[in-house]
Each structure stands twice: as structure tokens, then as C-alpha cells.
């Protein structure tokens, strides 16, 4: 069973790893040079340490599996551990943070996906949100700006 919880300080380091590793599996020749190379994992963690407040965490049997986090809007992230992609906890984070985008009063849920990240798009499109075109994404990595070619997902959900 899957449950999903509010993170705490103590998730952060799963998150950090779940994040790192995810994120070079949906990304890798498909962002910038340079920007893979700023991805590691001590980046991620003090990434993950400054985001507890917005991060909620899925856990099966106690063990933190997969995270979102969510600003205002935007779904941020979203991430599952390799073991548990398509066991349907991407898809239980997802509803749940498309109800903290409605309850924080916005109509309309948006994400950002890599271009060449073809699994993720796919599971997006299955889920009900759609394609809004394009969306040249800044990303800051150690001290540098680079931009990642994406798409924009919307979803209404309110």
C-alpha cells in the first residue's frame, strides 16, 4: 500500500537520491551540454534540503519511493524510484498535486517536460493533461543558466 505524506528534513536524503537518479534517466542527452554534467548527486541534495516545505513524499512499506513538489501552479517535480515506475504511485503523486494547485486556488495545473523525455510525455498525455507547445525552461545549475528545451502540460483542476 501507498501512502503519501507532507515531507520531512529526514526524507530529503531519498528524495535526493530518487531525484538524482530519475532525473538522469529522463534527461540525458536530452538538455543542454553542461547542464547533465552540474546534475550530481551532492547538487540534488542540497536541492532536496532547501524544498521540504513543498515536497510530499509516496512510501510503501515505510520506505520513501517516489515525490512531487509543487509552487503555486506549477507541478515542479515528480519522480518515482526505478523499482516503482508503473506500479501507479507517479499517478497517485500526480492527483495529489494537482489538488494542492486547487487548493490553492488556481483553475489550472502546469509541468514542464524535456522534450526527448518520451515515457514522461506519454504518461502525461494518459493522465488527461495536454500539450500547450513549446517552453524554452531556465534552469540554474551551479551558478549557471541554461535552457532546456520542454513542453508545457496543462491540466484544469478546478
Not at 520531512?8 to 531519498?14: E, N
Not at 513543498?54 to 519522480?79: K, N
Request: charge should be negative; include cysteine; charged fraction near 25%.
Amino acid at each position: 500500500m501507498t501512502t503519501l505524506r507532507p515531507a520531512t528534513a529526514a526524507d530529503m536524503a531519498a528524495v535526493a537520491e530518487i531525484w538524482h537518479t530519475g532525473w538522469h534517466d529522463a534527461h540525458a542527452g536530452h538538455v543542454p551540454d553542461g547542464l547533465t554534467e552540474r546534475r550530481t548527486l551532492p547538487a540534488f541534495r542540497e536541492r532536496a534540503d532547501r524544498r521540504v516545505e513543498e515536497t510530499t513524499v509516496a512510501e510503501v512499506d515505510g520506505t520513501v519511493v517516489g515525490f512531487t513538489m509543487v509552487i503555486d501552479d506549477e507541478v515542479e517535480q515528480l519522480f518515482v524510484s526505478r523499482a516503482q515506475r508503473g506500479s501507479g504511485v507517479a499517478a497517485l503523486l500526480l492527483v495529489e498535486a494537482e489538488a494542492q494547485v486547487a487548493a490553492q486556488g488556481h483553475d489550472v495545473a502546469w509541468l514542464s517536460v524535456v522534450v526527448g523525455n518520451a515515457r514522461a510525455r506519454a504518461f502525461y498525455d494518459k493522465q488527461g493533461w495536454r500539450d500547450a507547445g513549446d517552453l524554452p525552461y531556465e534552469v540554474e545549475a551551479m551558478g549557471e543558466t541554461f535552457i532546456s528545451p520542454c513542453r508545457r502540460y496543462e491540466k484544469q483542476v478546478r
